[in-house]
């Protein structure tokens, strides 16, 4: 394996993945980092942790992103589902009432 910082790739050749594939996952996972898989000195694989491949396959779009941000700021995405569903309860019941 090749030695790399915190934002390179893991580099290893076919063999080494396939012997020492369990551990090369797990690192991928807490290192958040890639893995390159190389045959005979030419890269052919990558492998991302779900995260990762997520992140990639499906960026966040801006409307989320800024919705989060907002939720973060007013404190309301520390709330649990629980008094989420308490709020909607509440919101729905003064809709019901008659002015």
């Given at each position: 394996?090749?030695?790399?910082?915190?934002?390179?790739?893991?580099v290893v050749s076919?063999?080494?993945?396939?012997?020492?594939?369990?551990?090369?996952?797990?690192?991928?996972?807490?290192e958040h980092r890639?893995?390159?898989?190389?045959?005979?000195?030419?890269?052919?694989?990558?492998?991302?942790?779900?995260?990762?491949?997520?992140?990639?396959?499906?960026?966040?779009?801006?409307?989320?992103?800024?919705?989060?941000?907002?939720?973060?700021?007013?404190?309301?995405?520390?709330?649990?589902?629980?008094?989420?569903?308490?709020?909607?309860?509440?919101?729905?019941?003064?809709?019901?009432?008659?002015?």
């Amino acid at each position: 394996m090749q030695p790399t910082d915190k934002n390179e790739s893991i580099v290893v050749s076919a063999l080494t993945a396939r012997t020492g594939f369990s551990k090369l996952l797990r690192r991928v996972e807490t290192e958040h980092r890639s893995l390159v898989i190389e045959k005979r000195g030419t890269p052919r694989a990558v492998l991302l942790s779900i995260r990762d491949y997520v992140r990639l396959a499906a960026p966040e779009p801006e409307v989320l992103r800024l919705i989060g941000q907002e939720s973060q700021q007013k404190g309301t995405n520390k709330l649990t589902s629980r008094q989420i569903e308490q709020v909607i309860q509440s919101t729905r019941a003064k809709k019901r009432k008659p002015a």
